[in-house]
């Protein structure tokens, strides 16, 4: 059974303190790794796709990474405004995508 | 390009009712998936439907059910409702063959309570 765990569950940080979001994976066949941020009351917002170990890409102050057990999605000098939930998500043989429950963000100014 | 389009937003029904939800997907979009949200047990998988067949359908109980109409607007039916059942569900819409390989369009979501 595919299964995806992010830690922490919640994280608190200074504006401007640097931080990383885990999401750890266990998704037969690995066909994509997605990241998504939600705000309260919203639905999910596509951040990344990540296909491939070794790969990295990068949206304003998020960079996210990739291993063959793990994603990280880096936040460089964050601001009041990247508070959110981020959703990882492994897509694979399955073909359901598997979400874990998600890293709620807070940053403080 | 307007965005993925879900009614109602809130609703409240009682034990033992049933409840339709509608999700419009973006424009040209033929895949459309449900998930059920909620605190305990994060985003899960309902089903999918692409050019109005059930591709695949999660973990749930027959009480949930689906379906996908010739201009790809999707409804999603849960009869005899239980408290568990609160929840915001959220339907998504894809351009991708496969919805486990590409990005993922949601909308706001619907939030049942159920009383």
């Known amino acids: 059974e595919d299964q995806v765990t992010q830690s922490p569950e919640a994280l608190r940080l200074q504006e401007g303190e640097s931080s990383s979001l885990n999401c750890s994976y266990t998704?037969?066949?690995?066909?994509?790794l997605f990241w998504y941020r939600q705000d309260p009351g919203k639905g999910p917002e596509f951040l990344f796709t990540l296909y491939s170990a070794g790969e990295e890409k990068e949206k304003e102050r998020l960079k996210a990474t990739l291993t063959k057990k793990e994603s990280f999605l880096h936040i460089t000098a964050p601001k009041p405004e990247d508070s959110a939930t981020y959703l990882c998500?492994?897509?694979?043989?399955?073909?359901?995508?598997?979400f874990g429950r998600g890293t709620s963000l807070i940053v403080h100014p | 390009k307007a965005g993925v389009t879900q009614t109602p937003r809130y609703l409240i029904k009682t034990r033992g009712q049933q409840v339709t939800l509608s999700c419009s997907p973006i424009s040209g979009h033929r895949s459309v998936s449900w998930y059920q949200q909620t605190p305990g047990q994060g985003l899960q998988f309902l089903f999918e439907y692409f050019s109005e067949t059930q591709r695949n359908k999660g973990n749930f109980p027959g009480r949930f059910s689906g379906r996908q109409f010739s201009n790809s607007r999707s409804e999603m039916n849960v009869s005899t409702l239980e408290l568990g059942d609160s929840a915001l569900y959220l339907c998504a819409s894809s351009l991708a063959r496969e919805i486990n390989t590409g990005e993922l369009f949601f909308g706001e979501g619907s939030r049942l309570t159920v009383l």
């Open positions: 998704v037969s066949g690995l066909r994509g």
């Open positions: 998500a492994g897509g694979g043989g399955s073909y359901i995508p598997t």
